[in-house]
């Protein structure tokens, strides 16, 4: 059954985020329903390769070409379910889906859907993850951790060494390493055999919401108790009084540049950089104090999901960061323009005026100024 007709082009993505820069200078732009989103609450996000995102919400799941939103549900698609836990694309370009009704793949266009009727031990899908083998890893509200690879579906559970049935959250690392957030600890599947760890080992809480393997072979443990770093049997442990704006950590996310991106409940989103802790919340833009998911697009930009918040859009406010001039004090800026080589052209009521990159201020072009 045919999922998509056709779509307009994706929007053109650029700039991102240097770890440098004060969250205050950050521009933060909102989709909710009245804009097209089918639902405020985005519990995943993802890109595909053509730029398009795609959002999960409780009501369907849309596709996002930075105007508007295509809605897919089970009236206008071939979902079972309307209710989206997790997104992720593979390294064949299929979308993997995962709603409360089973594991859908979209291929071409196409949905095909996997329920307890062909392997699955539980249709509750919460958590993605595909590995360096090309594995997907699949988890599950209750049934545990399952391992979908050459069409065949197994499952590890408590009996196989898994810390608790429920897992939310599943991540990796280039050797091979499964790192699983459940409800009753943390898990580690390498070479077939499961290792947990608890909060008597140095975590927050057993209670595990997001898992997030680095590229240094460390591991950040969001919990109800904080957030961790799990290095080489050694845990380091971080709180409100380190500078988090609340101990419930939600989604992680290590972008491009090493900033570690922290989703939180009732704290909204925060930003570990150099050592420091910066919040973004409701007061700086962002719609939703309960932040659901995180994803670093194509250019580096950071994209939002909340709950009853909607989608939110982080990107450089590169206008915080222009030098003041005399050339540019007292005119008014009617329309500006940014070309192929990041230069900035601001029409202004007194003339015209130009921003090149790595040039301090503002160049006012005269009359004679002829543009080849």
Known sequence: MACFVEFAHPFELRASLDPGTPVEQFLIQNWQSS???PQNSVTSIAQGSEGFLWLGTEEGLSRFDGVRFT???KLTASLENNVILSLLFDHEKNLWIGTNGGLVRLRDGRCTTFTTKHGLPNNSVRALYEDVKGALWIGTDGGGLVRFFGGNFRAFTKANGLADNSVFSISGNASGDIWIGTHAGLSRLRDGRFANFHASDGLGSDYIRAVKSGPDGC???GTDGGLSRFCSNRVDRYTIANGLSSNV???LLEDRLGTLWIGTIGGGLVRLAHGNFSTISEHAG??????????EDSAGDIWVGTARGGLNHLRTNMFASLPTADSFANNLALATLEDANKNLWVGSDKGLLRWRVGKAGFTRLGRGFRIT
């Not at 962002?286 to 994803?295: A, F, H, Y």
């Open 71 to 73: 809605n897919i549900d």
């Open 219 to 221: 591991v950040w443990v």
């Open 249 to 251: 950590v939600s989604a």
């Open 286 to 295: 962002l719609l939703g104090r309960d932040v659901l998911s995180i994803v």
């Open 35 to 37: 804009q097209g989103l």
